[in-house]
């Protein structure tokens, strides 16, 4: 497999960055262990942050992990929101949030949609999230029992009027696909985010985290960037360095990629990365 080497561009406010959106020339991004949206230049300085949630989180680790949202999913509506999802690991993390463009915060229950989901796939966890047509995409990341990597695939229609009633429903799910991501140096690859491409080219990162749970963090032995073709399997895949554990990513307008990493230290700021746009040309 090539590798590819990331430029760093700089550091972020906050640690466990999770996604990563590019929306009205700005870098918008949220993390697994708080309740605000930030929002970033393409460099990596910091514009603003706005609560998704209210309340504060405690300090203590422990009591930290048991009551966080675990946001991991962002995407892009056509009307401009952003739309924010929970993992759906466990019942606190069956939530999320619409921010509109008037920056106004709406609260989203999203229980209905992961029991559905969880009823099909072993341990749910929920990381990445793209509106590709008329389909609202989600990435099932694999770390957990039974390694099931999946694109779980949304009608964008029946999910846009759900989320107008402040919810997601079963109705909106169309189809669960398998995802088959292979192993990192012995160790289990695992979705992290999409993003589309030139051409509407669906493309996500994957990272290998040992521990085989979607709640408890384990060692990471690297990250990689691909993309999947209409059959939903893997093309493409290029292993970044430095080694750390990608979670977001979006494209530029000249093909080259913005990611973030989470280092699982609350002391760690999250690393902002970018890929030159011909990675694609190694394809």
């Known amino acids: ?7 760093l561009l700089g550091h972020l406010r906050l640690s466990a960055a999770s996604a990563l959106v590019l ?3 700005s870098l918008w991004t949220v993390a697994d262990d708080c309740f605000d949206l930030h ?5 990596g300085r910091w514009l603003g942050q706005w609560p998704l949630l209210p309340g ?3 300090d203590d680790p422990a009591e930290r992990k048991a009551r966080k949202a675990d946001f991991e999913a962002m995407a892009l509506l056509p009307d401009g929101s952003l739309l924010v999802l929970g993992s759906g690991s466990t019942e606190g993390r069956l939530r999320g949030a619409l921010f509109d463009p008037h920056e106004r915060v709406r609260a989203i229950d999203a229980g209905d ?15 990445g999230a793209v509106v590709q047509g008329e389909h609202l995409l989600l990435a099932q990341r694999g770390n957990g029992k039974g390694g099931e990597n999946a694109l779980v695939v949304l009608a964008l229609r029946q999910a846009l009027a759900d989320l107008a009633q402040g919810r997601l429903g079963a109705e ?23 993003a589309l491409g030139r ?3 669906l493309l996500f990162s994957a990272a290998a985290e040992a521990g085989g749970s979607s709640y408890l963090d384990g060692a990471c032995t690297g990250s990689l960037v691909g993309w999947l073709d209409q059959a939903g399997q893997p093309q493409g895949l290029r292993r970044l360095e430095p080694r750390v554990k990608i979670e977001g990513l979006c494209a ?18 999250a690393p902002l990365f970018r890929l030159a746009g011909h990675w694609l040309d190694t394809l």
């Open 113 to 127: 949609l992961y029991r559905a989901l969880g009823a099909q796939l072993q341990e749910l966890n929920i990381e």
């Open 1 to 7: 497999m090539t590798t590819l080497a990331a430029e």
């Open 199 to 201: 051409g509407g080219r």
């Open 39 to 43: 929002r970033y230049d393409l460099g």
């Open 172 to 194: 909106a799910l169309l189809a669960i696909r398998p995802i088959r991501l292979g192993e990192l140096d012995g160790v289990p690859l695992g979705l992290t985010d999409l």
């Open 252 to 269: 530029l307008g000249d093909d080259s990629l913005l990611l973030v990493a989470d280092a699982d230290d609350p002391a760690v700021r």
């Open 56 to 58: 504060v989180l405690p």
């Open 23 to 25: 929306h009205r020339d």
